[in-house]
């Protein structure tokens, strides 16, 4: 199958057209030509269509090769141009090829006119992906330089100790030039108490090893202010040399809005440790046979939480909690939480109801933690049996299951209007004997533990 070819012959004879056409036939080519023979026809037809190839006569009445050429580099527009002469001399054939044009055919050698174009077509299609790749490699440098350049985040390249290159949000972020950032050790514009720390991780970094990506510090902004910052950095080669790519964010907003809770958290803390304290003696002045369980039970389930491994903010949440657990006994009867004797079946479930009156005396107290929950269930069992709702399993939350065992063990050891302490040995025999039937796997464990490896003791009992 005869290949394609669109065709712009710049030529005076029809003639010589018509045998340039036959021996481009003849070469496997399927031509669709125009003929132009001045400059006005040639620019016209070079604005108004694709051409894949140019052939060129050297000298015409009213054009000639050259004129050709430079009205071909006027428009901008990548096509070979072939020069065909019936008679040209070496010296005029080399001035074309200065000129622009990509071969020279003899017209009595017109054969070779078809792998001239073969060659040239091919050249012209490398020199277009070429054309295409460059284009697409500005575009993308251009794209990137403009992220580079304006987002709003500090981006430098660190090698050596110092600033190696550095986007403009670099400066914008401390204040200094970037001449000033480049100009000395980066570590001179970082808080001096910060400085080893980001050296020592810049350094370990450099040599490989695993790190976190990111991490913060203070800065001296040029204005003489601290600033944090929080700093992001990846191991890159830079220039043939290990470096590491940076991206600083101030943060200086963040830390400041994070020690404002911290200081709002804790002062919710003490608000409610006051609350507590003012409730725990309330209690106790209502049920003077039970002074001090809430206490030693705080004190028995800050012990297990710890031995589980849970974190500060839970432990403290569960000592809390357990100060004051028998809240809701302020709505049950004086005389029945003092009775020297056992309970009527009536006067159990008036205490039983206990949990339930905690919950609504803590339900709408702000707090850190879930006092209100770990309230409600601490008298709840794992398979079901407990109190008020029956929950089982994980319905408990964790510090009820903490909380449940801890009441136990401290009521069993304690003494009783209505009986003698039974002894620290029996209420832990009662934990172990019911262990994953009313009480937590894990949280028996950990009480078994504290009291028989480790020595535990229940202060004041």
Known sequence: MKKPLRLLMVEDSEDDALLTILALRKGGYDPVYERVED???????????????????????????????????ETGIDIPLIIVSGAIGEETAVECMRLGA??????????????????????????????????ALRESEEKYRNLFENVNEAIFVAQDGKIVFLNPMTAMVTGYSSEELMKGPFVEFIHPDDQDMVIERHVRRIKGEELPHIYSFRIIHKDGNIRWVELNAVLINWKGKTATLNFLSNITERKQAEEQLKQTLESLRKAVGTTIQVMVSAVETRDPYTAGHQVRSADIARAIATEMGLSPEKIEGIHMAGSIHDIGK???????????????????SLVKEHASKGYDILKDVESPWPLAQIVYQHHERMDGSGYPRKLKGDEIIMEARIMAVADVVE???????????????????????????????????????????????????
Not at 429 to 453: H, M, P, Q, S, W
């Open 39 to 73: 400059a006005v026809t040639m620019r016209k037809a070079l604005l108004e269509k694709p051409w894949d190839v140019i052939i060129c006569d050297y000298q015409m009445p009213q054009f000639n090769g050259p004129a050709a050429i430079a009205i071909l580099k």
């Open 102 to 135: 990509c071969d020279y055919i003899m017209k009595s050698n017109l054969p070779r006119l078809a792998s001239a174009i073969e060659r040239e077509l091919k050249e012209a299609e490398s020199r277009l992906q070429l054309k295409q790749a460059e284009e």
């Open 330 to 348: 302020l709505s049950i009867p004086a005389e029945i939480l003092s009775k020297p004797a056992r309970l009527s079946e009536i006067e159990y």
């Open 411 to 461: 009521a069993m050891a304690s003494h009783r209007p209505y009986r003698p302490g039974l002894g620290i040995d029996a209420a832990l025999n009662e934990i172990e004997k019911n262990r994953g039937i009313f009480y937590d796997n894990t949280v028996a464990d950990a009480c078994l533990r504290l009291f028989r490896e480790k020595g535990f003791q229940i202060e004041g009992a």
